[in-house]
């Protein structure tokens, strides 16, 4: 029995002898030597799943980003003017879906050769001058990451901490069925536009969640009466309930109208400074996918169904002359403000969201002054003054809704 037992003991001892190694001195990787000139960082922001990076660069060769578990995921920057970026796009950048669980330190390394063509390294710690200590990123459903970024480790860097996203109230995606209740928007020829794009987000949704993505609505059906609207902002507001849940997208559905029945065809309403390719994508796909057309509409036109409208000085002056009328406190609104406010309150700072608690009547948006933002696209899909469109629409639904949902799941690659 004794020996029975101190076998037991031996295989004890040398199972957990073999978990403290796996676990604290096989993971232990290499400290890096860095160097006593530091990168600032002036701006660190999360919009959509790309992080970017912006600050100012040491007086060093050839440049890029690591981040270093032992290994290293190189990355390369924008330089101009002593001043770094990861990308010129507010939706570009270090693609954080992509990055494996585990700790990652951020540092930019300069490399250099010597005459036998043999590389040397040189790390400079990223200091953190913004005023965000700790960034904290869930990534989509299917990869179930969640992502903190701080200086908490002795390099005093930019680290990444990846672990295992435990909380269900993530979603990847939020689909708001334009106007609702009392506000029907459009009206004609027989139609509300609120009635339509509620059966388009639903359909959407469907489409979406097949596809493995979480989805969440703005409004259900049935959930306002002809005599209540949709609060905006505040606890549960259509803009603001994005952040509440971490979303990472956001799809406004909407239908257009215009007194002059011959204009026609799909409008993408994005951000500013954005890599076009997803907003290309989904113009083209609902174009092909149901035989509508490009919109006709020329102003604030960017590409083929891609429009982009900020707030103009034009626009900021009248806006500033209507709060004096209502007697309400201005909000800071800029040049760099996206003039849709769907578009605009989920993105954060990143597309100029303002609306903070100064206009008690008008509820506030409390992610306004958040360094992550999201990525919110408003989609008037059809002109209900166009014969042609409607009835394309009401005939077509599964098809706009196939557009859209496919061209989500293909660009991001999302796995079934």
């Known amino acids: 029995m004794r020996k029975f037992l101190f076998v037991l003991l031996i295989i004890f001892l040398m199972f957990g002898g073999y978990i403290l190694y796996d676990n604290y001195f096989s993971k232990k990787i290499p400290i890096l030597n860095t160097e006593d000139d530091v990168v600032n960082v002036d701006e660190l922001y999360i919009y959509g799943n790309h992080l970017n990076i912006n600050g100012k660069i040491v007086n060093a060769e050839n440049l890029d980003l690591v981040l270093y578990n032992g290994d290293f995921i190189s990355y390369k920057i924008n330089i101009k003017d002593n001043n770094f970026n990861m990308s010129d796009y507010v939706n570009d950048g270090i693609k954080l879906e992509d990055i494996p669980k585990g700790i990652y330190y951020a540092f930019i390394r300069s490399t250099t050769k010597d005459d036998d063509d043999k590389e040397s390294y040189k790390y400079y710690v990223l200091n953190n001058n913004t005023k965000y200590e700790e960034t904290i990123y869930y990534a ?159 102003l604030n036109k960017q590409f083929d169904g891609i429009y982009t409208r900020s707030f103009t000085e034009a626009d900021i002056k009248s806006s500033m002359e209507e709060y004096a009328e209502r007697n309400m406190n201005a909000y800071d609104i800029t040049t760099k403000s996206n003039y849709f406010y769907m578009i605009r309150e989920p993105g954060a700072i990143i597309t100029g969201a303002y609306v903070d608690d100064r206009n008690s009547k008008i509820g506030e948006n409390k992610y306004y002054n958040s360094n992550v933002g999201t990525e919110a696209y408003l989609l008037e899909l059809a002109y209900l003054s166009n014969m042609n469109d409607l009835n394309n629409i009401l005939n077509n639904m599964d098809k706009y809704t196939d557009a859209i949902a496919n061209s989500f799941n293909n660009v991001f690659e999302l796995k079934k």
């Open 140 to 298: 989509f459903s299917n990869n179930g990451n969640k992502i903190v970024i701080n200086s908490d480790n002795d390099y005093h860097t930019l680290m990444l901490n990846i672990t295992e996203n435990n909380d269900e109230n993530i979603y990847d995606v939020i689909i708001d069925p334009g106007h609702g209740g009392m506000d029907s928007g459009a009206i004609k020829n027989g139609y509300k536009e609120s009635e339509l794009t509620m059966k388009i987000a639903a359909n959407l949704k469907k489409k979406m969640e097949a596809n493995g993505i979480k989805v969440k609505l703005t409004r259900e059906e049935g959930q306002l009466n002809n005599n209540e609207k949709l609060i905006d902002y505040g606890t549960n507001g259509r803009a603001v309930i994005s952040g509440d849940v971490h979303a990472k997208y956001l799809f406004s559905i909407h239908l257009n109208s215009n007194a002059y029945s011959s204009v026609n065809g799909v409008e993408v309403y994005t951000p500013a400074n954005i890599n076009y390719d997803f907003a290309k994508s989904l113009a083209t796909a609902i174009v092909n996918n149901t035989g509508c057309s490009y919109s006709t509409n020329k």
